[in-house]
């Protein structure tokens, strides 16, 4: 089994989900220009032209919003929709709601991609301070910075490069420094002018924490957080793969019905309880060809290539960053496939390897490989079994 492939899967998930931390909770609360502030529902009719060619053009589906109550722009950038925009009733006059929700983002670094939209049922936000007692008015008001935010309901987000999320109750807070669901989620991306590669996935429950930051890394405005922890889909985990490899088509699928882990800053993934690697090469004469390894526990490691690029340039600015995962300079290094063994009513699990192309079948208990070294160890309490052709070792 190539070793690009377990590469490719564990990175283009990641990539992925980080991508639904970017483009879902920052063009959410990000400030682009100067704030407009929304008219209280009800009190204008007038729809301007900008607003009503957003709705039309990005939002056909949702005929509510041409004629929102809520309209807001930040810059050319953002456009926000609702039908109403009310305090929450905590009486702690700092966090808002609105009902229902959609919002367009134009990446200004990236001006000729499709925008995002995002659409919820619901969408509530908590600012640092108190600021109205009943009517929700940003004129004059200091809000201070976003703490706590949740999409709530059916959420649907679409972007560039065929990306799309499904999922509800998307929640993020400061304080736990979390972003997460208890829901199904469902994710989709490419392909993109720079990768043939398209990735479609499914998880119960998904979970992104992130590092704590004393400095307004992400804006003055946003929450206080520094970078990506983990990443973490807690169970039912399916990933399906199409790319192109020599020219030839190749479909890959990736599932474990435990928990899929990524630490980034230790740049490790794991995979937990029932793992299943497949993939297929289509051949040019019409053949296929089919690897595969199941293991009830799959650990990666990975390390960071040198950014030649990075380090040739001069840093002009001391402002602390968000530290985002070098996701594209991250190479396998170590890959480990563990099975289970016999315990109370639990049988026996053994780690199998599977590849057509070599005519090979191994069943054991612990595979290593070290791909600097290259070496392979293979090990089981029992004996190690690998057959290829009519020879058994």
């Not at 609105?98 to 600012?127: I, M, S, T």
């Not at 590849?355 to 595979?367: F, G, I, P, Q, Y």
Request: glycine share 8%; with cysteine; hydrophobic share 40%.
């Amino acid at each position: 089994m190539g070793r690009w492939f377990t590469t490719a899967s564990i990175g283009f998930l990641v990539q992925g989900m980080f991508r639904l931390y970017c483009h879902f909770l920052l063009p959410m609360v990000s400030p682009v220009g100067d704030a407009v502030p929304p008219p209280l529902p009800g009190t204008t009719e007038f729809h301007p032209p900008a607003f009503l060619k957003v709705a039309e053009e990005h939002f056909p589906k949702h005929e509510w919003t041409k004629t929102a109550a809520v309209k807001w722009q930040r810059g050319e950038q953002m456009f926000l929709f609702a039908e109403s925009a009310d305090p929450e009733g905590t009486g702690d006059g700092n966090t808002v709601r609105l009902e229902p929700l959609a919002l367009l983002w134009k990446d200004p670094r990236n001006p000729d991609a499709a925008p995002y939209r995002l659409v919820a049922q619901k969408g509530r936000v908590q600012f640092e301070n108190s600021f109205f007692q009943e009517a929700f008015d940003l004129s004059g008001a200091d809000p201070g910075r976003i703490v706590w935010g949740s999409l709530e309901g059916t959420v649907e987000i679409y972007g560039p490069d065929g990306l799309q999320v499904q999922g509800r109750d998307f929640v993020f807070s400061e304080e736990s420094l979390e972003l997460y669901s208890y829901y199904p989620v469902q994710f989709a991306y490419g392909p993109s002018a720079a990768e043939e590669m398209t990735v479609a996935g499914t998880a119960a429950q998904l979970n992104l924490r992130f590092i704590k930051a004393d400095d307004a890394v992400l804006g003055r405005d946003l929450p206080r957080v520094g970078g990506l922890e983990s990443l973490n889909l807690r169970q039912n985990v399916k990933l399906q793969f199409h790319y192109l490899q020599d020219g030839l088509p190749v479909d890959a699928e990736v599932s474990s019905q435990g928990p899929f882990e990524f630490e980034f800053q230790k740049r490790t993934a794991t995979f937990e309880e029932d793992v299943r690697i497949r993939q297929v090469r289509h051949l040019a004469d019409g053949r296929t060809i089919q690897d595969r390894l199941v293991s009830q526990w799959l650990g990666i490691a990975f390390e960071e290539l040198p950014d030649d690029k990075a380090a040739s340039q001069t840093v002009s600015s001391t402002e602390p960053k968000f530290i985002a995962p070098a996701l594209d300079r991250l190479k396998w290094r170590r890959v480990r496939a563990v099975g289970r063994q016999s315990r109370g009513n639990l049988p026996d699990v053994k780690v199998i390897v599977e590849s057509e192309e070599h005519n090979l079948l191994a069943n054991l208990h612990d595979l290593t490989y070290d791909a600097v070294d290259q070496v392979a160890l293979l090990s089981d309490p029992k004996h190690v079994v690998v057959q290829r052709g009519q020879t058994r070792f």
